[in-house]
């Protein structure tokens, strides 16, 4: 019996001398995330209906704002750094606090808002109901390390529910004059998107 006790308490010991060791192999292997920075980017609209404002419409009269397209590169939660033609990067201790696409829609939809007082709702179901639609693709939103430079570029489109063909416009904001750090880039990046916001929010006035 004391035999077969100690054969236990030596398979025991095997059996958890080998666990350690593969948790120690793996731990080499699989990185379990970095350190997030202390601070995260956010998009908010310089222009926004104020408090109790209303707009009262028929659902099939709204401007619908839908997520626009982006390439893989773009549309995550790091800042794109353009090093070259060829070359991308993302910059240090800079994270977006949710998606730049749907920040984008949501900045853009406050935007129409304050600027045309009209019924403006997001995405969803009211796709199919919605008059005015407006979409796109988001070319860049980041940093031109070249230039120094902060560049969103958006490629909108717009349709009127039965009336008529697609319009597309292509809308550009620079800002010259950023150092590469993450605080003056997202600053950057904010007044740069509220003038696309603007230029997309008077051509549908128009």
């Known amino acids: 019996m004391r035999g077969i006790a100690m054969n236990r308490v030596g398979h025991g010991l095997l059996a958890a001398a080998t666990a350690l060791a593969l948790t120690t192999g793996l731990a080499g292997c699989v990185s379990l995330g970095t350190k997030p920075p202390d601070e995260l980017l956010k998009l908010t609209a310089e222009e926004s209906a104020p408090a109790g404002s209303t707009a009262t419409a028929q659902l099939s009269e709204a401007i619908v704002v839908l997520d626009p397209e982006a390439d893989r590169g773009l549309d995550v939660l790091r800042v794109p750094v353009t090093v070259d033609a060829s070359r991308v990067a993302y910059l240090k201790d800079a994270l977006w606090v949710e998606k730049p696409t749907r920040q984008f829609r949501a900045l853009l939809a406050e935007t129409l808002r304050a600027r045309t007082g009209q019924l403006v709702v997001e995405g969803g179901d009211f796709e199919v109901t919605g008059k005015t639609l407006i979409g796109g693709r988001l070319l860049q939103m980041g940093y031109d390390a070249q230039r120094s430079a902060v560049v969103v570029r958006f490629d909108a489109v717009r349709s009127e529910r039965g009336t008529g063909p697609l319009q597309t416009r292509r809308f550009e904001s620079v800002v010259n004059g950023v150092e590469a750090k993450a605080k003056p880039v997202g600053a950057a990046l ?15 006035k128009g």
């Not at 007044?191 to 696309?196: F, I, K, Q």
């Open 190 to 204: 904010n007044r740069a998107t509220n003038d696309v916001a603007r230029q997309v929010a008077d051509w549908i």
